[in-house]
């Protein structure tokens, strides 16, 4: 994702102090009283203490009991304690319903109780009260303190299982080392990730790969960099001098430094336009062009997120329960006594020893499956055995086939397209199986095998479009000299067909957009309607009182951000033949709007977002059909604008639960974002410019741009054909629109027996996950989900239920250390390899799935005779 320039006044880089840091974003406000606390946990065995994971765990425990019987926890299973922990309450869309209960009075606890192990941090200073005591040191009695002198908290459990209700406004985060390390961190995680989604599968680093490094980097500083002074001209003269070192690293800088990467790590999606318009389309608008479509896509959702946060920010009913896990790996990371347990692998070395071992041998690890012997990546040994079978390949193929042997001991494999598989609890995972299963496997083998949409000439799974020859689809033969569709030439060339997979696709995410809004209504239409009327009517809570005594980021910076994006947006489309009207994106940036603030109700309530993709390709392609570039462009303004907001917005509640500066989160945000801009369009160009063989089919390195050729496709098929001559009533794919009404259903009946049988695993079953949770099929293959879920069913069910002490000291860990090892190696490969043509060794390992119809892209049953046409009579599409 990226950022964008901002028009503002000076927004002070104070690392000079925390008194300075506290006279940019504070100002002085009647003191909120910091909030309460957990009573203490026993610990059953004094030998070994508990990780603060499960710490966290018993205090979730405890605090739901304040609420009774009345309070009910969808993950609670009579037999199964240790299993459901925190993480499945935090990150399961499945939030309690009973909702109403948590706006009646709470009971408070004492100021006693922040001396209990659990519920004392070492970053969370208590704030001094009126005669200059701190809190933290009072010593009476629960019973003989006065009401005024308890405290409070916020009114939802699971934000009190996660978020601390304390604050120290003297901790500085708008310091040189926080900048330094944030943008070092840019430059690596958006340059990576927009090298690595040219490659299949494609990996990714993540914000939570940021958050592991910032720590040792960020302690490091304070250990090594001397306690110096410097002086800024331009800056020095306001605000004093630049302190180098501010002291220890502390949570809050560590948190801007995870805002920068959340808001820049994300390839933006504008690359994939860029892609498909200079690789498959021929077409190249320059450099300037290409930096102002990303940056005006990439920022214009800021003046949304702006608008937006006194409904989706600062109501404490907006709970974004996907940040309530990075805010409890905050909080764990920054425990004063970091916790042991030598019965667990593991568990006698530090955490970050751990880590860095995890690291090293991934990275060590790569270079065999990656270079040395590339069969061990997808060992589909059943098609080494019948390279030449159509049908073998098909069914065990890990390219184009549904790789019904899912064997791999490749972790780009495992996590390419789909992610690591130690972050998602375990049924979200199930769910995803469960629609691989069903519609990849079943679903598609029948309706290839029957013949249905001519697949018999097809391939089973690519991402590739054909035309009636079984050749893949010239967009040449159709396009007119500016890049429209040619009726004519279309008329007397082919309609367009899809591989079975690609095709169900489509109809699994017109199925997947009307579960989700069936199933966010069955099961969160109520708590939305009660939290979006509270949102306009409640009391601040503890939270809110706390970030008052920071300066606001006025509306003003949002609006002057969007509107200069607003400019650079018409800028885009109009000063170049896009073939985009004005009133075409205006109307793209109207649909954003409009759908940002119910779709951002629902993600806040739920952790589910409804994509705009589908219904903005709908849109154009039926208003403007014959307009490749346009689609695309209307897209991305359309779709990816209310994304971006939503993102902005979420890591504005992530700010709010770490107590960050609003001023300050709003420079990280717009700098980071603007930054990673620039360093994308720069590294896609450059690996565009520099990689033998990018984007082709046989790419040695497998630099073969799956993401840039969906989109392609994409392109092709609503764009320049259009939606009319491929789905609309009487058109070779018209049955697909069937899946809307599966979709609709499908939520309900699962609901209406899950009342009848509420013990049953019915309860866990989510129809917006089963349909679009592998929604990257094409172009991942089963293998990647197949795989994914073995490996998540080993790690987030069975280790996690055996073996619970390690999996929540080590596991997320060990994903990012998986993760981070695989790109370092991944980079190795190229820079030392790929650069230097220096081919990976010519022996069996690396030769025996060459020869396979399923590397070649030629499994297919029926290949026809040259001047054959398969499909449509002649004339008739």
């Known amino acids: 994702m990226a950022s964008s320039s901002k028009q503002t006044e000076a927004i002070p880089l104070t690392s000079l102090s925390p008194e300075n840091d506290l006279g940019s974003d504070t100002e002085e406000t009647p003191r909120a009283t910091p909030g309460p606390s957990s009573s203490s946990q026993s610990n059953p065995d004094p030998t070994f203490p508990l990780s603060p994971i499960t710490n966290l765990k018993d205090q979730v425990k405890h605090r739901l009991t304040l609420f009774g019987d009345r309070l009910t926890n969808p993950f609670e299973d009579n037999d199964i304690d240790e299993t459901t922990s925190e993480y499945e309450l935090l990150l399961d869309p499945n939030l309690p319903s009973n909702y109403q209960d948590r706006h009646q009075p709470l009971p408070r606890a004492s100021i006693d109780s922040l001396h209990s192990p659990t519920a004392r941090r070492h970053h969370h200073k ?141 390839v933006a999606y504008a690359t994939d336009i860029i892609l498909a318009q200079k690789v498959f389309y021929k077409q190249d608008f320059g450099l300037l062009w290409q930096m102002l479509l990303t940056i005006s896509t990439q920022s214009l959702g800021y003046g949304i997120a702006g608008m937006m946060r006194r409904f989706l920010v600062y109501p404490a009913s907006m709970i974004w329960p996907g940040n309530l896990v990075a805010v409890t790996l905050m909080n764990a990371m920054y425990e004063t006594h970091e916790e042991k347990d030598p019965r667990v692998i593991g568990g006698s070395m530090p955490r970050y020893r751990w880590f860095a071992f995890v690291t090293a041998g991934a990275f060590v690890y790569y270079f065999i499956p990656g270079f040395l012997a590339q069969f061990l990546s997808s060992f589909a040994f059943m098609t080494w055995i019948w390279p030449d079978s159509p049908v073998v390949n098909q069914l065990f193929g890990y390219s184009t086939g549904l790789s019904l042997l899912p064997i791999t001991f490749d972790w780009t494999q495992i996590s390419g397209f789909v992610g690591s598989p130690l972050i998602p609890p375990w049924h979200a995972i199930a769910n995803t199986m469960i629609g691989v299963v069903v519609f990849f496997v079943f679903l598609a083998s029948s309706l290839h095998y029957s013949g249905t949409w001519y697949s018999w000439y097809l391939p089973m799974s690519d991402s590739n479009t054909y035309d009636n020859t079984g050749k893949q689809y010239d967009v040449s033969r159709v396009l007119s000299a500016d890049y429209r569709l040619d009726e004519v030439a279309y008329k007397n060339y082919s309609p367009l067909f899809l591989s079975t997979t690609f095709a169900l696709s489509y109809g699994l995410s017109f199925a997947a957009i009307t579960s989700l809004i069936v199933y966010t209504y069955l099961h969160h239409g109520k708590t939305i309607w009660r939290q979006y009327k509270s949102s306009t009517t409640e009391k601040p809570d503890i939270h809110m009182k706390l970030m008052r005594r920071y300066k606001e980021a006025p509306t003003w910076w949002y609006m002057s951000l969007f509107g200069l994006m607003l400019a650079l947006g018409f800028l885009t489309v109009l000063a170049w033949p896009t073939n985009m009207t004005w009133w075409a994106f205006l109307l793209a940036v109207l649909i954003s709007f409009i759908f940002s603030l119910p779709i951002g109700i629902i993600q806040a309530v739920t952790n589910n977002q409804i994509g705009l993709n589908v219904l903005t390709e709908f849109i154009y392609g039926y208003i403007q059909p014959g307009r490749p570039l346009g689609l695309m462009i209307f897209k991305t303004f359309g779709y990816i604008t209310m994304s971006q907001a939503l993102t902005f917005v979420s890591d504005l509640k992530f700010g709010h639960y770490m107590k960050i500066p609003p001023r300050t989160m709003f420079m990280a945000q717009v700098v980071a974002t603007t930054f990673s801009c620039f360093i994308q369009v720069l590294t896609l160009n450059y690996a565009l410019k520099t990689i033998p063989g990018v984007c082709t089919p046989t790419q040695p390195e497998h630099f073969t741009c799956p993401g840039g050729k969906v989109f392609f496709s994409a392109s092709v098929i609503w764009g320049l054909i259009g939606p009319a001559r491929i789905f609309s009533p009487g058109q070779i794919y018209s049955s697909l629109f069937l899946f809307f009404i599966l979709g609709a259903i499908t939520p309900l009946v699962i609901f209406l027996l899950a009342r009848k049988r509420p013990k049953s695993f019915l309860r866990y079953l989510m129809a917006p996950l089963i349909f679009g949770g592998a929604g990257a099929i094409p172009p991942a293959t089963p293998l990647n989900y197949l795989s994914w879920g073995i490996v998540g069913y080993l790690f987030q069910y069975l280790i996690k239920k055996k073996n619970f002490r390690w999996w929540s000291r080590l596991n997320f860990l060990t994903s990012s250390g998986l993760d981070l090892g695989l790109a370092l190696a991944t980079l190795g490969i190229f820079f030392v390899f790929t650069l230097h043509e220096i081919d990976p060794p010519r022996w069996w390992g690396n030769e025996v799935v060459e020869g396979t119809m399923d590397f070649k892209g030629s499994a297919v049953q029926i290949v026809l005779p040259e001047g054959s046409t398969f499909g449509p009579v002649k004339g008739s599409w």
Request: hydrophobic share 40%.
């Open 126 to 266: 208590p704030v001094p009260t009126q005669d200059g005591d701190h809190s933290g040191d009072s010593s009476s009695e629960d019973e003989d303190l006065a009401p005024e002198e308890q405290v409070e908290n916020s009114p939802y459990p699971e934000v009190r299982a996660a978020v601390s209700p304390y604050d120290d406004p003297s901790l500085p985060c708008n310091t040189v080392r926080a900048w330094t390390i944030g943008l070092s961190l840019i430059f690596l995680g958006a340059s990576m990730n927009t090298l690595f989604s040219l490659r299949s599968p494609s990996i990714s680093l993540g914000a939570l790969i940021a958050q592991v490094i910032a720590w040792p980097l960020g302690h490091g500083w304070a250990r090594w960099v001397p306690d110096v002074e410097v002086s800024v001209p331009w800056f020095s003269k306001r605000h004093g001098k630049i302190k180098l070192n501010p002291g220890e690293f502390n949570v809050k800088e560590h948190a801007i430094i995870v805002v920068m990467a959340s808001v820049s790590f994300g």
